[in-house]
């Protein structure tokens, strides 16, 4: 796992992988609804970003049911073992976040399992979001890509597991 050595960051990525799997994905949203303007320009045109390889694994993901949807995205949090995690594992960090970009977006036209509209973030969650807000474009595009980047399994690192066949 890659962490940038920003005095800012470190405190901030540790702060978001202390939060609840769900707390985590909550704040994607949120990240996604309120700070989607700064992040739609990046995420798809970043130039180390593979777009059909993102859009190939958000069809897969598509196809699932919404139940299904909801807990891939757990797995992916908890690094849990399954052929799509370590899919999104040989994923370089930009392409991860236009992933998540892409999740986010079928999840505003409901492609992908909406988000409950009842939904209150914790106060430790929104905390980080305000903290997250204040940081320059560029800081911000940093912490999100190390979100990101630890999530799933590393194909080319995990253990066999002969029980699920991977």
Request: proline residues 5%; charged residues 20%.
């Amino acid at each position: 796992m890659t962490l940038t050595n920003s005095g800012v960051q470190s405190p901030l990525l540790q702060s978001f992988q202390q939060l609840s799997t769900d707390e985590q994905l909550a704040l994607f949203w949120y990240i996604y609804t309120e700070m989607g303007q700064s992040i739609t320009p990046a995420a798809p045109g970043a130039s180390t970003a593979s777009p059909e390889i993102a859009e190939g694994l958000f069809k897969q993901v598509k196809e699932l049911s919404f139940e299904e949807q909801l807990q891939l995205q757990r797995d992916l949090i908890q690094n849990k073992n399954t052929l799509i995690t370590r899919e999104y594992g040989a994923l370089s960090d930009t392409t991860k976040l236009l992933f998540w970009y892409l999740l986010a977006q079928g999840m505003s036209n409901s492609e992908i399992i909406p988000f409950p509209e009842d939904y209150q973030l914790s106060d430790s969650a929104k905390g980080l979001l305000e903290q997250i807000k204040a940081l320059e474009f560029s800081q911000q595009m940093s912490l999100f890509r190390d979100y990101v980047s630890p999530m799933g399994v590393d194909p080319t690192e995990a253990v066999q597991d002969k029980s699920i066949g991977l």
